[in-house]
């Protein structure tokens, strides 16, 4: 088991940057893919980004791409989610989300989940 506590979000303006991190804890860090989603009111919780255990691999939302980096320090069993010109559509509870094994595209989905963090964007 693992466990995830996520931290960073606030309130920012249009154009501002946030970094959100994911402290773990529980299990071995390395044995984890890890991945950012978000959710608004009356919504499915979408992907945003996802890293491998040892960060060789990355996906993006397309939307996302350019403007989102994920990153990871396993050293302090924590991952990132830099988040860069960000638009009101950008605010969400954002969530991270763990799995542990290998990384892949497509149906991918966590096992253990943070409590989330808001992100509020203003125009």
């Known amino acids: 088991q693992v466990q995830l506590v996520e931290s960073g979000g606030g309130f920012v303006q249009a154009g501002g940057s946030l970094r959100l991190s994911c402290a773990a804890s529980?299990?071995?860090?390395?044995?984890?893919?890890v991945g950012w989603f978000r959710q608004t009111p009356g919504k499915e919780r979408e992907f945003v980004a996802s890293i491998s255990r040892f960060a060789s691999t990355t996906y993006y939302a397309d939307s996302l791409k350019g403007r989102f980096t994920i990153s990871r320090d396993n050293a302090k069993n924590t991952v990132y989610l830099q988040m860069n010109s960000l638009k009101p559509e950008d605010t969400a509870i954002y969530y991270c989300?763990?799995?542990?094994?290998?990384?892949?595209?497509?149906?991918?989905?966590?096992?253990?989940w943070g409590q989330g963090t808001q992100v509020t964007v203003s125009s």
């Open positions: 529980g299990s071995t860090f390395s044995s984890f893919a």
């Open positions: 989300g763990a799995r542990s094994g290998t990384l892949y595209r497509g149906t991918w989905s966590p096992d253990y």
